[in-house]
């Protein structure tokens, strides 16, 4: 199911919670909303859900328009699954009960019910736990229930709401695998709501970056990443300086250095310097290292270079001490669009 959202606002009081919002997600695409807390990702969730009703401006599900002026179409009639951080569980009914209670709920007898979510807990690899409570299983796999009840409810497009953030780096790293798995297999549309954009660039096919209930760029993530439009961009996404520098054709001088750069703007521009654009060597601008952190066969150092505003970042295969003397060459970077 493609999703087309069309000039959408909410608003509440006299704050813009979502401030005329246009992007689209083509069928069968997993796109992660990434931004700071209270940037409006979740009041956009809900309104393509239909848990909150938009000021003006237009969502589309697969042709279909289920929000418009004068036409709003019911949670229940948009084929669309929600999972909360909470997974939102009945505690008092077993797993495979949890997933049938959509299909009981449209009039299926309970045997056909039973047998309709054993196969949507087949899809999630939990049959073995059909008969435990809620309460028996892990975070990840609760959040699997939640998966399954979403496609028992005939969902087309699931959309989750920070799902990991409450689970432990360990079993969000596994999780990220699970939910890519998950959505390949079954075909859905899946809208990702998440602060994390390490996570968005891990599971996403396009990442939209939002701020102040606004989407500043929606791109595959590699193209966010490589080539930020803005600098809240850039700086929301990746490690990274952005250095003032005069670009002319395809060259930037940075510290009387002249640096090939990619973009096509000339001029007194902002030039991003990504980590693996800079590196230590017997040559190169005099710097001094600020902080340095053992990220686990590599140290992430933030070094002051001589003559630049702004901490140049790298990560280095070799311990460091802060203080410590550096030369540092800068081989590429991006500058930023006018």
């Known amino acids: 199911m493609s999703l087309d959202v069309r000039s ?10 979502i401030d005329d919002v246009s992007f689209s997600v083509p069928d069968n695409a997993f796109c992660c909303i990434v931004g700071p807390s209270g940037c409006g990702k979740s009041t956009l969730l809900r309104l393509v859900a239909g848990l909150e009703t938009p000021d003006r401006g237009q969502i589309v599900l697969d042709g279909t328009t289920v929000a418009d002026a004068g036409l709003f179409v019911p949670p229940e009639a948009r084929q ?12 008092h009914m077993t797993v495979q009960q949890n997933v049938a209670f959509p299909y009981e709920a449209k009039g299926a007898s309970r045997s056909e019910a039973m047998r309709r979510a054993a196969e949507h807990l087949h899809t999630v690899a939990l049959r073995d736990h059909a008969d435990r409570r809620p309460e028996a299983l892990s975070g990840g796999q609760r959040q699997r229930v939640a998966l399954a009840r979403s496609l028992a409810g005939g969902a087309r497009t699931i959309l989750m709401d920070e799902p990991l953030a409450n689970l432990d780096p360990h079993l969000r790293g596994a999780m990220e695998a699970e939910l890519r798995a998950f959505h390949d297999r079954t075909g859905v549309t899946t809208l990702y709501i998440t602060h994390d954009q390490r996570e968005a660039m891990a599971l996403a096919d396009v990442m939209a970056v939002m ?33 003032p520098a005069m670009v002319d054709g395809g060259q930037a001088r940075i510290g009387g250095a002249r640096v090939p750069v990619d973009g096509t703007a000339d001029g007194l521009r902002p030039v ?7 590196t230590a060597s017997d040559a190169g601008l005099p710097a001094r290292v600020l902080s340095v952190h053992y990220r686990g066969g590599s140290w992430e150092v ?10 140049l970042l790298l990560d280095l295969r070799r311990p460091v001490r802060r203080g410590e003397a550096l030369h540092l060459a800068i081989t590429g970077g991006w500058v930023l669009p006018g």
């Open 272 to 278: 991003l310097v990504r980590p693996e654009n800079v």
């Open 8 to 17: 959408l606002a909410k608003t509440f009081g006299d704050h813009a919670a």
């Open 211 to 243: 701020d102040a209930g606004r989407i500043l760029q929606i791109a595959p993530p590699r193209e966010i990443y490589e080539r930020p439009a803005s600098a809240k961009v850039a700086r929301f996404v990746g490690r990274g300086a952005l250095i």
């Open 80 to 91: 669309v699954g929600v999972v909360f951080q909470s997974y939102a569980l009945w505690p």
């Open 302 to 311: 933030a070094a002051a270079a001589e003559g630049l505003e702004e901490p």
